[in-house]
């Protein structure tokens, strides 16, 4: 069964890193969570991002994860920005 990711998804995704940093206005953290109760896609990704930022955290280096590590994990859990394969 396929499943496609909605507009609403990108909005999260893209948001994603202020979010969990904290930094993000109340209202999009508001439609976000609203948004992470009915989708399990993004509630994954929320999870693999703050795991993935704990890890950085242990380090002891500064909490926010790398725009090119985002960009890499996205892609490894097929939400790319521009999902132009047929699978
Ligand atoms: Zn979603």
Redesign the pocket.
């Known amino acids: 069964m396929s499943h496609q990711?909605?507009d609403?998804?990108q909005k999260?995704l893209n948001n994603l890193s202020d979010y969990i940093d904290g930094e993000l206005d109340e209202n999009l953290c508001q439609q976000i969570e609203a948004?992470l109760e009915t989708?399990q896609?993004?509630r994954i990704v929320v999870n693999t991002l703050q795991k993935t930022i704990d890890i950085y955290q242990s380090d002891g280096e500064k909490t926010t994860l790398p725009q090119d590590a985002r960009a890499r994990l996205l892609a490894y859990l097929g939400l790319e920005v521009d999902t132009s394969r047929d699978e």
């Open positions: 990711h909605h609403n998804c999260i948004h989708c896609d993004c």
